[in-house]
């Protein structure tokens, strides 16, 4: 570890954050991430078979918290806001499913497959932030995962146009959350992670990882204390709307 990273991590001491969405993937580089930097983590896994996650927190010392929650479910949303007291330095929340297959045209995606999508990419990361947005303190930072194929002024090929479209209701309501929170000293971050190789991702994308998942939490330190909304990608810069 270098002397910069070693020095962030000794001021990262007893932070607490919150991992929705980290069963694999993103995720979970992200909850690994956060540990080797001296975070508290709790991170969520969908299901108890997500076993990942768990075997993560019995190399963690106790500083992570597997927790088992179906954003989709509104009742297990709530329950785990009932199990979690404390204030938070950070919410993160990662969701992210395509369409099957991701190549689907509006023309040709069923009602339920779409529905489906946009409920998992949008409307229960919202519900998620809505309610646990609440316990990040006034210092804290909540961070969205978006997508770079969330930009409409970036659309000029018409890709994986479903799970597009749903990115980009993402960023229109948390630029709504922002509106109606404004004023609020927090730092509101929509990230782009950029095509990383993920089971949605896919063996081709160009990004590994290990690329991604650091720059990735730098920009999110880089930011920290600067209220208001951002859309950036993974190395910190401004992606448009």
Not at 46 to 59: E, I
Not at 87 to 112: F, K, Q, R, W, Y
Not at 172 to 183: C, F, I, K, P
């Amino acid at each position: 570890m270098s002397e910069g990273m070693a020095s962030l991590a000794h001021s990262s001491q007893g932070r607490k954050a919150l991992i929705v969405g980290a069963s694999r993937g993103l995720g979970l580089a992200l909850a690994r991430e956060y540990l080797r930097r001296r975070w508290h983590v709790t991170a969520t896994a969908r299901v108890p078979s997500d076993t990942q996650l768990h075997a993560l927190a019995g190399l963690a010392y106790g500083r992570l918290k597997p927790e088992i929650v179906d954003i989709n479910d509104v009742e297990q949303l709530h329950a785990l806001r009932g199990r979690i007291s404390e204030a938070l330095d950070l919410l993160i929340v990662n969701a992210g499913v395509a369409s099957n297959p991701p190549t689907l045209s509006v023309g040709e995606v069923s009602t339920e497959e779409f529905t489906r999508i946009m409920i998992t990419n949008v409307l229960s990361p919202m519900r998620t932030v809505e309610l646990f947005g609440k316990l990040v303190s006034s210092t804290g930072t909540i961070v969205v995962m978006s997508s770079g194929l969330a930009s409409v002024a970036d659309n000029e090929r018409g890709i994986w146009e479903i799970y597009s479209c749903s990115k980009a209701a993402l960023n229109q309501l948390m630029r709504s959350y922002a509106a109606r929170h404004r004023g609020d000293t927090r730092a509101m971050l929509l990230i782009a992670p950029g095509w990383t190789r993920t089971d949605m991702g896919g063996p081709d994308a160009p990004l590994r990882m290990e690329d991604t998942i650091p720059k990735l939490v730098d920009t999110i330190e880089a930011n920290w204390g600067r209220p208001g909304l951002s859309y950036l990608d993974y190395q910190g810069s401004t992606v448009r709307w």
